[in-house]
């Protein structure tokens, strides 16, 4: 037998000292036009993220047309003064960058990404988009079937049959969150390019808007970028709009969205809570973490790793509208999916590990793991400019200092066991939770019933 050479390995590289970080300050200013700017150099990156917010949110949709913002949302990319809708898309390409833009409770967003060395044509098209939409009436009337097109997918998705039927049970009829973001069918097939055109005039002017710009910025005249380009959009000043308060009735209950034969029961369990500006927000993202933010949470260890119900639940608290006056929420839910003949014995031992969570508390283990895996992450995070422009959009939306997420990472790392357990306690008192569940309503019912955990009532899926 012949001997082996002997081997020389590369030498294990190690661990460097860790570096202070934080997440990145914008520099903040304002068009000759009254357009928001926040401007974030971060160098490295070669891709720009833009970000455009407007003030058009959904409530601000006439009675009847729910889906006018999302159809205008995607009507910015079909057509300009300047461009058909296909020469828009063919210029976008052109300069290697993508355009999104959708539609939610605090307004309408505009998402640019664009290599920075194609930074003054990428703008230029998101600014003849807001300037001048074509909003030509073939183009709305195919973004319309489009999505009449989507709805029946839509409702025919467990996971989105459940989260209509949660804002219906949530908020009151009258409330524009208690009914598809989207808009319905029969809200939908009435919206014209006249609608449309409608809505964008009386909601979309600089003047109410901000613009995020996020990437390397080295060696770029960003304010003559903007001034060409962003800057020659005008408009009026415009009226401070009233913002309805959030209001929601959470009596605990179930309701049962029937799917004969379903051999799953998607599960979402819902209240709303506490936003961002209030002082509580730390200690419950923290304490929703533990409780199912990952997969060595609380839900997740027993129904999944003990009990083999599910292959996951998740709680998470997700801001609908955000305001300095209090009057702004978020939904705090519970959302998963467990085989039908355990539906009622996995909902048992859910109200238990809420229940336990309000006796005895979580540990000092789950509260440092959870600050890790929320702190420690966050350059990861926030790598790309997307990531950091995103962000900062969310700020604005939310009315939120600049030096909010900053501050945030500094508040979670300080936030202990005990706050953290009665903030989680508080989001998710367990006889002030809306339950919802999709499946066979002949096979979980009764055992669902069986549980006490409020009235239940079953209807249709269609």
């Not at 300009?80 to 898309?89: C, L, M, V």
């Not at 208690?178 to 014209?192: C, F, H, L, M, N």
């Not at 283990?365 to 959009?393: H, I, M, S």
């Amino acid at each position: 037998m012949t001997e082996l050479a002997a081997m020389d390995f590369h030498p294990q590289p190690l661990a460097g000292e860790a570096r202070p970080w934080a997440f990145p300050a914008p520099t903040r200013g304002t068009l000759d036009n009254g357009l928001t700017i926040l401007r974030c150099h971060r160098p490295g990156q070669q891709v720009v993220a833009v970000e455009v917010i407007l003030d058009a949110p959904l409530d601000a949709e006439p009675a009847g047309l729910d889906g006018v913002a999302t159809l205008m949302a995607r009507a910015f990319s079909e057509g300009t003064d300047k461009h058909s809708a296909e020469d828009f898309a063919a210029e976008l390409e052109r300069c290697g960058a993508t355009l999104d833009a959708h539609a939610d409770h605090p307004g309408v967003r505009l998402s640019l990404e664009v290599p920075v060395s194609r930074l003054a044509k990428g703008l230029g098209l998101v600014a003849d988009a807001l300037r001048a939409p074509a909003f030509a009436d073939s183009e709305v009337e195919r973004l319309v079937r489009n999505r009449l097109d989507e709805i029946p997918h839509e409702l025919a998705n467990p996971s989105r049959r459940a989260a209509k039927e949660l804002s219906k049970e949530l908020f009151p009829a009258t409330a524009r969150m208690s009914r598809p973001r989207q808009g319905t069918a029969d809200t939908v097939e009435k919206i014209d390019s006249a609608a449309v055109r409608a809505f964008y005039e009386r909601h979309v002017r600089p003047a109410t808007a901000t613009a995020v710009v996020v990437g390397d910025l080295t060696g770029v005249d960003l304010d003559a970028l903007l001034g060409d380009t962003l800057g020659a959009w005008t408009g009026s000043a415009g009226q401070p709009r009233p913002v309805p308060p959030v209001t929601a009735d959470d009596t605990g209950r179930v309701v049962i969205v029937d799917r004969p034969g379903a051999v799953q029961t998607q599960l979402l369990i819902g209240r709303i809570g506490a936003d961002r500006h209030a002082r509580v927000w730390p200690a419950q993202v923290l304490g929703t973490y533990c409780l199912g933010g990952t997969l060595t949470s609380r839900l997740d260890r027993v129904l999944r790793e003990e009990k083999g119900y599910t292959y996951g639940v998740r709680a998470f608290g997700q801001v609908l509208r955000s305001a300095p006056d209090g009057s702004g929420a978020a939904m705090l839910a519970i959302s998963g999916s467990i085989d039908t003949p355990n539906t009622g014995p996995a909902l048992e031992d859910l109200w238990k590990v809420l229940r336990t969570l309000a006796e005895g508390g979580l540990t000092d283990a789950e509260r440092d793991v959870a600050v890790q895996n929320l702190v420690g992450v966050a350059p990861l995070k926030y790598e790309t400019a997307a990531a950091v422009a995103g962000t900062l959009a969310d700020q604005v939306e939310q009315h939120l200092p600049d030096d909010y997420q900053a501050t945030l990472y500094q508040q979670l790392a300080a936030t202990g066991t005990v706050e953290a357990t009665a903030a989680a306690v508080s989001a998710f008192p367990v006889d002030r939770l809306v339950t919802i569940l999709v499946g066979d309503a002949a096979a979980i019912k009764a055992p669902v019933e069986a549980l006490g955990i409020g009235e239940v009532k079953v209807v249709s899926a269609e």
